[in-house]
């Protein structure tokens, strides 16, 4: 493969003016280095979701073609690749909308093979959508109630007469929901239907929607498209706040590459369905096969 | 008492989430309950059996079918046959056992109604929309046909229909031609207070939030840990028991008898309209929605050959019969077009005018 110096150079030039053009996020990690610098990699050892060969197909379509890479318990893992590389499609393998057609997937140490997304979900795993995919007839509150779902046990007798045990149970999940809400700071929102509010917010209850399932594994699809740069600074401190303080393992696909670069701990990088990078932001940007894959290879 | 919520300060949650959380509400609900009771001894026997208990059963069936529809997002052409299978499963239980209170079957043959619902609900877990409607249908057409040629579930009636005994309550009746409507009518409004609120209740708790994010976006709801097999067999049940429920009443509470035929399509599409002209999603909106239907062509009756009278027009009973036809389908296509949300939504709008009244916001 001949390499051609100047989409080098255009690539380098590109990382560099993305990283110093975003905003650092202000003390989400006490060591949170300079610009420029590459950040002293935090260690994970155990692995929390391991993806082993895993190839999807569609038809004659091949999707994903064998695959692997993990994620670590408390690390912030992105996914990044072109349109149509199948990061989304890898996400939906992860929590069982698609079935692979090989490999195996391990979610702490079980592996498996054909899983319904609600077993997914009570396995600890819960997503976001590229589009919103919010309940929109319902308001904020109910919205993220909704995401409690699976901690709520009081049965249909008691929830008759919403009295005793289920009036309990509305109100301690109601105060966890509030606790969400008054840390994504959407209280002024919390009774109006979620159908007309702004997308940025709209993204915002989706991820409190998520966090209310107080997930292992947090799979954010494109958490900031269409996001001004306001609204991705905020996401940015959110995701990182869930990261800190929850200590719950992010995987997220994002297409703006400071945010990636910034965020995320280990980078995959996915093209045509192939693996063709794995390692630290710093490593990722001086792939070559990365920059040939963003920015094309001359013929 | 102006309407509004200045000054009501929620200090816990569980005030916060109340199902009236304005005073004003629950004043007024109770007011119209105390009213609803006091019909029994001012009404006229008239208001009582051709108005009130028709409503107040065509309501509850709207409620049913307005959790499934409305709420879960499962259209649903099967309420006549579910309310058919509450009122023979009701008939064959007091025939069967007389000795047992006839409130008690009521409440029971909803069961009946519920178990057969779940059965005409599993082809919702593969399909949606008007493929569900057509397969919902085959409930219909099925279970009128089986009330029709299974004899045993009319106890081999020469006429095919279905009769009312005598049965009382606390010695007083209220099945059978001995039965007062004031005495019925009072059974029934409770009946009807007692399961709506029930239904609001459900709808308010977890199985009402899941219902409705099965409705909005089932992809996301599955996500949730919500399951949709659960979530819309136990729609199907629940609506499919508030459906029973009504059919029992209404044969054995107002017709005082029936035949297969009362249970038909006709019966599944008004109630269904009840559902879309009072509001989808909403419980008051099933109770304006059956109002309307169902007291549109008796003030028709009353109102129209008065006024037409002295222009030399004469208004017959099946004019209004006509009319009401075709004023009902202006009526559902106006309200598809401009308020899907139907009447509730109407409601809605005019409780927030009165709120910040008299400013304009």
Redesign the interface.
């Known amino acids: 493969m001949s390499v051609n110096p100047t989409s080098a150079e255009i690539a380098e030039k590109a990382a560099t003016k993305t990283v110093s053009e975003t905003v650092e996020p202000q003390g989400a990690r006490a060591f949170e280095p300079p610009a420029q610098e590459p950040a002293p990699p935090r260690l994970f050892e155990e692995v929390l979701l391991a993806v082993d060969n895993v190839s999807l197909r569609f038809g004659g379509v091949t999707a994903l073609a064998e695959v692997s890479f993990d994620i670590r318990k408390g690390e912030i893992r992105a996914i990044i690749g072109p349109n149509g590389a199948g990061k989304t499609s890898m996400l939906n393998c992860i929590?069982g909308?698609y079935h692979p057609s090989e490999g195996k997937i391990t979610f702490r140490g079980e592996a498996r093979r054909k899983m319904?997304?609600?077993e997914?979900?009570?396995g600890g795993i819960?997503?976001t959508?590229q589009n919103v995919?919010?309940?929109?007839?319902?308001s904020t509150l109910?919205n993220i109630?909704?995401?409690r779902?699976?901690k709520?046990k009081?049965n249909?007798f008691w929830?008759?007469?919403?009295f005793g045990p289920?009036?309990r149970?509305?109100?301690e999940h109601?105060?966890v929901v509030?606790d969400i809400i008054d840390f994504l700071q959407i209280q002024a929102i919390r009774k109006t239907p979620v159908g007309k509010l702004p997308y940025g917010l709209q993204k915002r209850v989706e991820l409190g929607?998520a966090l209310a399932?107080e997930p292992d594994l947090l799979l954010l699809d494109e958490p900031m498209a269409g996001m001004n740069l306001e609204e991705k600074e905020d996401m940015s401190r959110f995701i990182l706040d869930v990261n800190n303080h929850f200590g719950t393992t992010i995987a997220l696909i994002e297409h703006d590459m400071g945010v990636v670069m910034d965020l995320s701990d280990r980078v995959v990088v996915l093209d045509y369905g192939r693996k063709i990078a794995d390692g630290t932001p710093h490593e990722v940007k001086r792939d070559q096969k990365v920059i040939d894959a963003y920015l094309g290879v001359p013929h | 008492m102006i309407y509004r919520e200045a000054g009501q300060f929620k200090s816990?949650?569980?005030a916060?989430?109340a199902?009236f959380p304005l005073r004003q509400d629950r004043i007024g609900i109770f007011v119209i309950i105390l009213l609803a009771y006091s019909m029994a001894y001012f009404g006229s026997t008239f208001m009582l059996q051709a108005v009130l208990i028709p409503f107040l059963i065509f309501a509850l069936a709207a409620i049913g079918l307005n959790m499934l529809v409305g709420y879960t997002g499962l259209l649903s052409l099967g309420t006549g046959a579910f309310m058919g299978v509450g009122a023979y499963a009701c008939y064959k239980l007091m025939t069967i056992f007389p000795g047992v209170n006839v409130i008690v079957w009521i409440f029971v043959s909803g069961f009946f109604a519920a178990g057969i619902g779940v059965i005409f609900g599993l082809p919702s877990l593969r399909i949606k929309g008007f493929y569900l409607a057509v397969a919902t249908l085959a409930a219909q057409f099925f279970l009128q046909w089986t009330f029709n040629r299974v004899p045993w579930l009319y106890n081999y009636n020469v006429s095919g229909a279905i009769e009312a005994p005598r049965r009382t309550l606390f010695d007083v009746h209220i099945v059978g031609a001995a039965a007062t409507p004031q005495a019925r009518y009072i059974v029934v409004l409770t009946i009807v207070i007692l399961l709506t609120w029930?239904a609001s209740?459900?709808v308010?708790?977890?199985?009402g939030?899941?219902w409705?994010?099965i409705?909005?976006?089932d992809?996301?709801?599955?996500?949730?840990?919500?399951?949709?097999f659960k979530a819309k067999l136990m729609a199907f049940a629940v609506s499919s028991y508030y459906c029973g429920v009504a059919g029992a009443m209404m044969v054995f509470l107002w017709y005082g008898g029936a035949e297969y035929n009362v249970f038909n399509i006709e019966q599944s599409f008004l109630i269904l309209f009840m559902v879309i002209i009072g509001g989808l999603?909403s419980l008051i909106g099933s109770f304006f929605g059956a109002a309307l239907i169902f007291m549109l062509p008796i003030a028709m009756g009353a109102f129209l050959p008065a006024i037409f009278a002295p222009l030399g027009i004469r208004v017959g009973a099946e004019t209004i019969e006509h009319l009401r036809f075709m004023i009902l389908g202006a009526m559902i296509i106006f309200f598809l077009i401009v308020e899907p949300h139907g009447l509730a939504r109407l409601w809605q709008i005019v409780k927030q005018k009165l709120r910040v009244w008299p400013f304009p916001y």
């Open positions: 929590n909308f319904r997304p609600y997914a979900a009570s819960a997503r959508f995919a919010l309940f929109k007839g319902m109910d109630m909704a995401g779902s699976l709520m009081a249909l929830q008759m007469l919403r289920a009036m149970e509305e109100v109601r105060r509030e929607r399932m | 816990n949650y569980a916060d989430m199902v029930i209740n459900i308010h708790g977890r199985i939030r899941q409705m994010a409705r909005d976006m992809i996301a709801a599955e996500l949730m840990g919500i399951r949709p999603g």
